[in-house]
């Protein structure tokens, strides 16, 4: 399965909280695979809300988004959403959170899945000539929601959840990204990679 298996019982955040990180997650991954058929309209405020914001961050920065995806292709082995797991956990690693730490996460996951269906031809599924274990778009959403689930649950909860999500991006909405953007180099030793650069807004 796409997700670490320490934390699957007992779960403590909100059935509702973590269907919404899945359905938010799942749509932006979604999203970024309809090309070039038209996308569904959004789901939900929140999913609307990310379509906008993560789409804003890969724009501005789309080439380097998009050498991440590569390298992290290029160097997980076995399994994808592992690989994901390891480079959240670098990701967080300095005690720092904010939604524009989890809108870089999302931009970063819908790069990933587009360059997966590139590679297999079709939409995010098996591909036997490749050595990752097959992923979806469905499994790299869960395993987003999960990884916040079992380390992020009180922030979530903190602040306001998906509610809390909108209003910052009403507050982000006509704002300059420059003043607010700042870049962290993420180690991911056990995927291989030297470093991962991340664009996070604050």
């Not at 934390?7 to 799942?26: D, F, N, Q, Y």
């Not at 789409?55 to 082995?77: C, G, N, P, T, W």
């Not at 005690?95 to 079709?122: D, I, K, P």
């Amino acid at each position: 399965m796409c997700r670490e298996p320490s934390h699957i019982a007992g779960r403590k955040m909100s059935c509702g909280l973590w269907k919404e990180t899945v359905a938010v997650a799942e749509d932006y991954m979604r999203l970024r695979c309809s090309s070039p058929h038209p996308a569904p309209p959004p789901p939900s405020e929140p999913a609307a809300a990310m379509r906008r914001l993560a789409q804003d961050v890969e724009s501005q920065h789309q080439a380097r988004f998009h050498a991440l995806a590569q390298s992290f292709l290029r160097h997980s082995q076995t399994d994808l959403c592992t690989s994901l797991w390891k480079v959240m956990d670098e990701m967080v690693g300095d005690g720092h959170f904010n939604w524009g730490r989890v809108v870089s996460l999302f931009t970063f996951a819908g790069v990933l899945a587009r360059q997966l269906q590139e590679q297999q031809g079709r939409s995010p599924g098996p591909d036997p000539g490749r050595q990752q274990e097959p992923v979806s778009c469905r499994e790299l959403a869960e395993t987003i929601a999960d990884y916040l689930e079992k380390h992020k649950k009180d922030w979530l909860q903190e602040n306001d959840g998906w509610d809390g999500f909108c209003n910052y991006a009403h507050g982000a909405r006509g704002a300059s990204q420059d003043s607010s953007m700042k870049t962290a180099l993420v180690a991911v030793a056990g995927v291989g990679i030297a470093g991962l650069t991340f664009l996070l807004v604050r």
